[in-house]
């Protein structure tokens, strides 16, 4: 079956390190992959999108690998903050679903001033 | 302001009732989707509408109807809410196939049935 999956243990770290958190999918061939940011009682922000072609992806202190051969996707923010703590969503677009995006259930990050 | 705008934000209502959440967006995208988010599910679409009258299923629509006679406006309604369906509803909206600039989600209705 087809399948996104997050790290679902939240991750702790201390300010000023590079947060790095994984998504895996299975029997899936995304066009792109996005992800997102999710804050307590509000609704998911848009970050950065990867396409299928692309290695990696940066927007300031945030990066985004995607190895279509792994299957994965890698999301990094380096020097992290206490305000970067949220839930990072990922997200598939697969081919021709017609922008019909499919999520991840999420990691929580938390950074420890 | 500009921006995609969700009521009510909270509602609580009866088992069996007909509810429905609205959804509305100022930026005239053409597509324009409903999610639900659950504890140990994540986001999970129910309806999603390529453009005024083009709408299509998700993955969990049975007891949901939607319609989309503007570009802006999208609503979703529970025909005969059930208990199953209590949940935070998020609408979204995208100019493209969420390719440009991902989607752009509203703060969320958080739905109790009761």
């Known amino acids: 079956s087809q399948k996104i999956e997050q790290n679902s243990e939240a991750l702790n770290i201390q300010e000023g390190k590079t947060a790095t958190l994984t998504c895996n999918y299975t029997?899936?061939?995304?066009?792109?992959l996005q992800w997102y940011r999710q804050d307590p009682g509000r609704g998911p922000v848009f970050l950065l999108l990867?396409?299928?072609?692309?290695k990696e992806k940066r927007k300031e202190r945030l990066k985004v690998t995607f190895d279509t051969t792994l299957k994965q996707s890698l999301f990094h923010i380096t020097a992290s903050q206490p305000a970067d703590s949220a839930t990072y969503l990922c997200?598939?677009?697969?081919?021709?679903?017609?922008?019909?995006?499919?999520f991840g259930q999420g990691t929580e990050l938390s950074v420890k001033p | 302001d500009a921006g995609i705008t969700q009521s009510p934000r909270y509602k609580i209502t009866e088992t069996g009732r007909q509810v429905t959440l609205m959804c509305h967006q100022t930026?005239?995208?053409?597509?324009m989707f409903w999610y639900r988010q659950d504890l140990g599910h994540g986001l999970r679409l129910i309806y999603y509408s390529a453009a005024a009258d083009i709408t299509d299923k998700g993955e969990v629509s049975d007891g949901y109807v939607v319609s989309r006679s503007k570009t802006e406006n999208f609503p979703l309604t529970l025909e005969s809410a059930t208990r199953s369906q209590t949940s935070v509803y998020f609408c979204?909206?995208?100019?493209?196939?969420?390719?440009?600039?991902?989607?752009?989600f509203g703060s969320g209705t958080r739905l109790t049935v009761v």
């Open positions: 930026w005239s995208h053409s597509y």
């Open positions: 029997n899936y061939s995304p066009a792109y």
């Open positions: 997200a598939l677009d697969p081919y021709n679903q017609g922008g019909k995006l499919i």
């Open positions: 990867i396409r299928e072609n692309e």
């Open positions: 979204a909206s995208s100019a493209l196939e969420g390719e440009v600039e991902g989607y752009t």
